[in-house]
């Protein structure tokens, strides 16, 4: 059985950091896309970024310069350092991957991790 879990989240200033990590477990043959997600109180899970594991990134135009996402494939690991942050960014930070195991795909999501930033 696959599955994410993701840790680094908190309460930080606005202007702090951050950094996220999700990592892959289980019966993994390959990862394709790894993402990060993330849904404010009231609004839709939108796209933070993207990374393939040939390293392609692609970011929401709200966060490019501030947030960097990037991946250890032999660890199956997606990390999100997030810097100069916003009250807006406060939500609900979810990780999500392409995952190939011996016998399906599954498109995967972690259960999220809470991310505050306070003005």
């Known amino acids: 059985q696959v599955q994410l879990v993701e840790s680094g989240g908190g309460l930080v200033q606005a202007g702090g950091s951050l950094n996220l990590s999700c990592a892959a477990s289980?019966?993994?043959?390959?990862?394709?896309?790894m993402g990060w997600y993330r849904q404010a109180p009231g609004k839709a899970r939108e796209l933070v970024a993207t990374?393939?594991?040939?390293?392609?990134?692609n970011y929401a135009d709200s966060v490019k310069g501030r947030i960097t996402i990037s991946r250890e494939n032999a660890k199956n690991t997606v990390y999100l350092q997030m810097n100069s942050l916003k009250p807006e960014d406060t939500a609900v930070y979810y990780c999500?991957?392409?995952?190939?195991?011996?016998?399906?795909?599954?498109?995967?999501w972690g259960r999220g991790t809470q991310v505050t930033v306070s003005s």
């Open positions: 289980g019966n993994i043959v390959y990862i394709n896309l």
């Open positions: 999500n991957a392409g995952i190939y195991s011996r016998t399906e795909y599954v498109d995967l």
């Open positions: 990374i393939t594991s040939g390293g392609r990134t």
